[in-house]
């Protein structure tokens, strides 16, 4: 299947699959097969640092949006063990658009919370596009709420364009949530520290997003309002 490439990146990536294609082929042994996946690699790495090293404020938006950019779910499957996710606000719902549960690191036992999108437009739709709604800002409430009761560390992973902005969530106190969740993170008495793995807009990032330590990591951006706004 064809990798997905926005138009700055698909000379790499054409040249990533001619790569990969010399690599899995029958004769990649053969010394002229081998010194053009020599010369590829070599070509492949100078072609990376020129295409994202000169990127423009646009270009490292859509990077934090690109549907390959590992998800939440990635980043809590391989750092923590024994991970237990957690459903529903106790109220209305459970939302799809955040993730709550408790894992172990390093023998750390650590509650979790994120924005989760999907990896293809199905799964997004099922999420909606990491934008949470009342109940998924009160599922993480919940969460959080444990983890200050039994002195657990709280790790947040933010990748959200913005808190649902629709005429249903307003009406089950969009606002409200918001603002519960950000006067309860500055109370809190445990560890919290802050991943910024995508995008992070405005109150809906805010208010699973902030804490004792916070970090970005490359071509991820952080806004009072989605940059489209």
Do not use: C
């Not at 990649?28 to 081998?34: F, K, S, V």
């Not at 969740?181 to 910024?196: A, G, H, K, R």
């Amino acid at each position: 299947m064809a990798r997905f490439a926005y138009e700055f990146e698909r000379p790499l990536v054409a040249l990533e699959e001619r790569l990969e294609h010399l690599r899995t082929a029958h004769s990649a042994e053969q010394p002229d097969i081998a010194s053009e996946i020599d010369y590829l690699e070599k070509e492949i790495e100078k072609i990376r640092l020129r295409v994202y090293s000169d990127l423009g404020p646009w270009e490292k938006v859509l990077l934090a949006r690109h549907p390959e950019r590992p998800r939440t779910i990635d980043y809590v499957s391989q750092i923590f063990s024994g991970f237990v996710e957690l459903h529903g606000d106790r109220l209305y719902g459970d939302d799809a658009a955040v993730l709550t549960g408790f894992g172990t690191i390093e023998g750390v036992k650590t509650a979790i919370v994120g924005h989760r999108k999907g990896k293809n437009t199905k799964e997004n739709i099922k999420r909606n596009f990491g934008m949470a709604e009342p109940e998924g800002f009160r599922k993480a409430l919940r969460v959080m709420r444990l983890a200050d009761k039994f002195g657990l560390p709280v790790v947040f992973f933010v990748d959200t364009p913005g808190a649902h902005p629709g005429i249903g969530a307003e009406e089950r106190g969009q606002a409200w949530a918001i603002a519960e969740n950000l006067m309860e993170i500055s109370q809190m008495q445990v560890p919290v520290l802050v991943i910024n793995v995508g995008e992070g807009g405005s109150g809906g990032a805010l208010a699973m997003g902030f804490g004792d330590v916070m970090l970005m990591l490359e071509n991820a951006y952080y806004s009072v309002i989605t940059p489209e706004g």
